[in-house]
């Protein structure tokens, strides 16, 4: 983990205006170049630090077997799971570290689990937990559209709660 320091009143100005930091401090953190997500947690260096503890590791599990896939896909939280290999994988895993937060997110290439789940190569599910099914919702959907993780996000958040 790298962390940096911009002063905004000196020759950090124009960094601060692209990226819109306009109270102090201003957290915001990067993933490969990128702008990935704000931080609006505690202030102090305990709170800090457990956040970038947390930011550590890969943003989404990677599924090898039929038995963790089913192991993930069990506990009673939505989880998002991209399978296969393919054009949606770039922008499901940006998706994954922005919302590494708030949302479970694992992939798998293995040809079992796609079979057990019914899913195409190159797709996103979004599976609810199975203590919310019931007769009215199906309990997975399936996002069809652009490989864009604004596009992405935009399904996680509308498909989260039904």
């Known amino acids: 983990i790298h962390l940096a320091k911009v ?4 020759g950090g100005k124009e960094t601060c205006s692209k990226f819109g930091v306009s109270g102090y401090p201003t957290l915001k953190i990067f993933r490969k170049g990128e702008l990935s997500s704000d931080y609006n947690g505690p202030r102090e ?8 503890k947390s930011q550590v590791g890969p943003s989404s599990k990677e599924l090898t077997s039929l ?5 993930f896909l069990s506990k009673n939280e939505v989880a998002v799971v991209y399978f296969g290999e393919g054009s949606l994988k770039d922008a499901f895993l940006k998706l994954a570290d922005k919302l590494r937060e708030s949302v479970r997110f694992g992939h798998s290439s293995d040809s079992d689990v796609l079979k057990s789940y019914g899913a195409t190569e ?3 599910v979004l599976f609810r937990p199975p203590l919310m099914a019931n007769k009215f919702e199906k309990n997975s959907v399936t996002y069809e559209g652009p490989a864009e993780a604004g596009k992405i996000e935009q399904f ?6 039904g």
């Open 7 to 10: 002063d905004c009143t000196e």
């Open 156 to 161: 996680v958040r509308k498909s989260f709660h």
């Open 67 to 71: 038995d963790e896939a089913k192991k």
């Open 122 to 124: 190159d797709s996103i």
């Open 45 to 52: 260096l305990a709170g800090i630090i457990k956040f970038m």
